[in-house]
């Protein structure tokens, strides 16, 4: 509980004080009665909704990882950052519109 609390507290201190959402973990109620903070419980259908997104997400990241792997010594990861901002970006502009942003060219094969 102390380090849920902890957590929590850093979080309230970086972002502010929001109502939060949870799967029902024991240690979360106390916690965020201590802090003073709203706190509800997500339904079965909301939670299996968000592990969905989740893994969709940690698949997407694996296959990147997995067709172009890092072959730097200490590598600070920042290629893997770039793809994330970039499958956020086109993840979020293809539910919002339903359709890329970008056209395909045709290629032509001269004879």
């Not at 003073?36 to 694996?62: A, C, I, W």
């Not at 600070?76 to 539910?95: E, G, K």
């Amino acid at each position: 509980m102390l380090v849920a609390e902890k957590f929590i507290r850093s979080l309230v201190e970086k972002y502010g004080r929001h109502t939060v959402y949870t799967h029902g973990g024991t240690w979360y109620d106390e916690a965020y009665n201590i802090i003073g903070l709203k706190h509800y419980l997500h339904s079965p259908f909301q939670k299996s909704l968000m592990e969905r997104v989740n893994q969709y997400f940690k698949d997407r990241t694996e296959s990147f990882d997995d067709y172009y792997p890092c072959r730097q010594i200490e590598c600070n990861l920042f290629h893997v950052y770039n793809w994330i901002q970039f499958f956020v970006s086109m993840y979020n502009d293809t539910i919002s519109n339903n359709t890329y942003n970008f056209q395909l060219k045709e290629v032509r094969i001269l004879p």
